[in-house]
């Protein structure tokens, strides 16, 4: 090319692009979207609840109800439906959850004057980037507008809406040069697109059907109008700085930087925030996404998810960055760096990541998760935060503190971020996996704590951000209460009586019997902030046999919580009497049930193991079979859970419209709840208590490993863990290739099944 250079060239055509105009989502009646959301829950009965907003600023409720007509003032259509959800599930009226709903409205509605409720927290946001992939890639509108009605109902005013971006993209690269061949190569699995998106990775399980890329496109349209009539603020995304292989190839001269290759995976590209083609790359994004969804006022860029910055000046110290959470990557060393120039290097990149935001709308706010400054806090010093957050006008930016209950205290040792507006919040849930944990006390103590304390600077608002949906509802209810200061939230009441309230919402009905066994089954699994073993030994899994085999198991510290008390709580819910036609008291016992058996089972695995390695060939063989004899009924209890394995895999094969597009998604599915990457240590990260993983999946690996340890023990030829994890890798990777059919089967009596369950874990 003669006269210009590409990157000029490349840029003159970016300045030339039509921008058209955007679609418009404006809401004509205010109060619409939340009445249409109260008419979803309560049906014809709606009617009796009149909805006004007043025009104030700050969020709140009033709710007033008199002669069975119920008012209720607010301050945003959130608020409304925050307002009226409180009213209901404080008469022990309704409870909307993941696990289903329960509306039973008495014949009058009660009196009641709430005065008015407000919130410290001038936005409660929801969600995590990482749950796109783990728990909604293969949602349709039905299934989201479930959701948003949940959103509503809990107060929550600021979603992440990362869905349908995937068609902006495509169509930025296109006018970037790149074929359509070479985006085939590009974009990542369905399942897999979050971790795409922070340039983690880069064309896993490649192509994605287009297919998919459109009906995104359609959803992400229909999500953010509804968002928007009910008066939310989504967070919409950004230009991060990942670039594909392909456009690097094509542009020696511009600076992009390899990073390091993510648990397994092949390396990513970066483009530098100083090299001119960001600031052009990243507005023009901004553009095209606002032609096709609307204009935003937040936007997410998250650009070092997990991912060190380069600091030196051509990006080569990025290979050998260390990931400092202590699951990966340990043998890797950190570059040391002159903390002079990584303060100058992390300052500018701040600064640039803004300015390209800004570039195209000057009114937008940077948004980022601060999840790596506790995951990376060997580099994320409160120096190097300092700087990378130094040159952003406070206003500008807005942190998402994500990780307080894994790496609590990060916003303490920055100053509450320097002045910067943030969010407080909680992960959760990692991976979608689902046992049973949560600490109530925990949330009440340390939500609480934050109103009224001088050291949080700009706070702004309060979070949950889960990996996946699904489990442990019961958090998510308490800590949205607690937000805005209900029942045992925010310093009020206690979380016994918080309890008592959500019970009476969640059956229908409580009892003294109930209510102190739910206060024993608290007390023993409800006090774990992070479920402790999901990490052990470098391998994930929500419990010890959700991970990939290893004879090590033998010396497993144990899980937390108190056993014994969960046992007691599991004997007095399968004692009590006239709940069984309740079918969220069902699921809450099933998930109880399974629990116990699950750690049981783990210790009945190691007890397995460690009879073969004494020579025990008989006690070894007595624990085997009782282990096989539980897995199958556990699997066989969970058939009653919203979730299974078929469901899973029913769900995106729903959404094909060819039967090769079926095959693909079916292939996704498959592989995020098993091997993930099966490069990595990613393999079971989103394990699955749910019927068919047990008994056809972790079962017969675990048989395979016991089977070995056996033959080792008889032959007297030492185990081989090595050998085996290769062998066992293998047939994962078989596993998730079958076209094996899996079904839902239903047990005939829960309740009956589960006391079957409890007697056989009593037994020696």
């Not at 479930?146 to 169509?171: N, R």
């Not at 009892?511 to 990490?535: C, E, F």
Request: charged share 20%; with cysteine.
């Amino acid at each position: 090319m003669s006269g210009i250079s590409r990157r000029q060239a490349l840029m003159q055509t970016l300045a030339a692009a039509a921008f058209t105009t955007a679609p418009a989502f404006a809401a004509e009646d205010k109060t619409a979207a939340a009445r249409a959301v109260l008419g979803r829950l309560m049906g014809k009965r709606a009617k009796d609840i009149t909805l006004s907003l007043t025009g104030a600023t700050e969020p709140y409720f009033g709710v007033k109800s008199a002669k069975g007509r119920v008012a209720i003032e607010g301050s945003s259509p959130v608020a409304l439906t925050r307002g009226a959800y409180a009213y209901l599930t404080s008469i022990g009226a309704a409870n909307v959850s993941w696990e289903g709903n329960r509306v039973a409205l008495p014949a009058t509605l009660p009196a009641a004057d709430t005065g008015k409720v407000t919130t410290p927290f001038a936005h409660r946001v929801y969600m995590n980037t990482c749950t796109f992939g783990y728990t909604t890639p293969f949602w349709g509108w039905a299934r989201w507008q479930q959701e948003l009605d949940w959103m509503a109902l809990h107060g929550i005013d600021m979603p992440l809406a990362m869905e349908g971006q995937e068609y902006v993209w495509q169509s930025l690269w296109r006018e970037l040069g790149l074929s359509d061949g070479e985006l085939g190569d590009y974009f990542s699995g369905p399942a897999f697109t979050p971790w795409h998106r922070m340039g983690n990775i880069e064309g896993y399980m490649a192509p994605v059907p287009q297919a998919w890329i459109e009906k995104k496109r359609v959803l992400q349209v229909k999500l953010l109008k509804s968002m928007r009539d009910l008066g939310m603020t989504p967070i919409l995304p950004a230009f991060g700085g990942y670039v594909p292989k392909a456009f690097a190839q094509k542009h020696p001269e511009a600076r992009i930087y390899p990073m390091r290759p993510w648990e397994g995976f092949h390396e990513t590209y970066w483009l530098d925030p100083a090299d001119p083609l960001f600031a052009v790359i990243a507005k023009r994004f901004i553009e095209l996404y606002t032609a096709t969804y609307g204009e935003g006022q937040y936007y997410l860029a998250d650009s070092f998810n997990e991912m060190l910055p380069p600091i030196s000046k051509d990006g080569s110290d990025v290979k050998n960055a260390k990931y400092g959470d202590g699951t990966a990557n340990t043998k890797e060393t950190e570059t040391v760096v002159d903390p002079a120039l990584k303060a100058e290097r992390l300052a500018a990149y701040g600064q640039a990541i803004y300015n390209s935001i800004r570039g195209a709308n000057p009114d937008a706010v940077w948004v980022m998760q601060g999840w790596l400054f506790g995951a990376d806090k060997h580099f994320w010093s409160a120096d190097a935060i300092g700087a990378f957050l130094s040159k952003v006008p406070d206003d500008k930016l807005m942190i998402l503190d994500i990780g307080n209950d894994r790496y609590p205290g990060v916003w303490q040792t920055t100053d509450a971020f320097q002045g910067k507006p943030w969010i407080y919040g909680y992960v959760h849930n990692y991976g979608a996996s689902n046992p049973v944990y949560a600490d109530l006390d925990f949330y009440k103590s340390d939500i609480g704590g934050l109103d009224g304390n001088p050291k949080t600077g700009a706070l702004k608002g309060f979070g949950m951000f889960p990996e996946g949906l699904h489990n442990n509802s019961i958090a998510y209810e308490y800590c949205y209460d607690a937000a805005w200061g209900i029942g045992g939230g925010g310093g009020k009441g206690s979380v016994d009586d918080w309890i008592a309230t959500y019970l009476k919402g969640r059956y229908g009905r409580t009892t003294p019997a109930l209510l102190s066994a739910w206060g024993d089954y608290r007390r023993s699994v409800y006090t774990t902030k992070y479920w402790t073993p999901r990490w052990w030994n470098k391998a994930a899994g929500a419990y010890m046999v959700f991970k990939r085999p290893q004879a090590a198991i033998t010396s497993f510290e144990g899980h937390p919580g108190d056993r014994a008390l969960l046992h007691k709580a599991v004997t007095e819910f399968l004692s009590l009497k006239g709940l069984e036609g309740s079918p969220l008291y069902r699921h809450d016992v099933i998930d109880a049930v399974r629990h116990l058996a699950s750690e049981e089972i783990d210790y009945i695995l190691i007890g397995a193991i460690t009879d073969y390695q004494k020579g025990d060939l008989a006690a070894g063989d007595a624990k085997r079979a009782k282990f096989t004899e539980l897995m199958v009924m556990v699997d066989a209890l969970l058939g009653d859970q919203p979730d299974t394995l078929s469901s899973w895999i029913d769900e995106a094969r729903a959404y094909g419209d060819t039967k090769p597009e079926s095959d693909y998604y079916v292939l996704n599915a498959k592989a995020q709840v098993t091997v993930w990457g099966g490069l990595g240590n990613l393999n079971d990260y989103a394990s699955k208590a749910w019927q068919g993983m047990y008994k056809d999946f972790y079962l017969p690996r675990w048989t395979r490993l016991l089977a070995a340890v056996r033959q080792s023990a008889v032959t007297g030829k030492a185990f081989d863990q090595v050998a085996f994890t290769r062998d066992i890798t293998a047939w994962e990777q078989a596993w998730v290739k079958t076209n094996a059919t899996f079904t839902r089967r239903r047990p005939r009596d829960a309740f009956a099944l589960s006391r079957q369950i409890l007697k056989r874990l009593s037994e020696a």
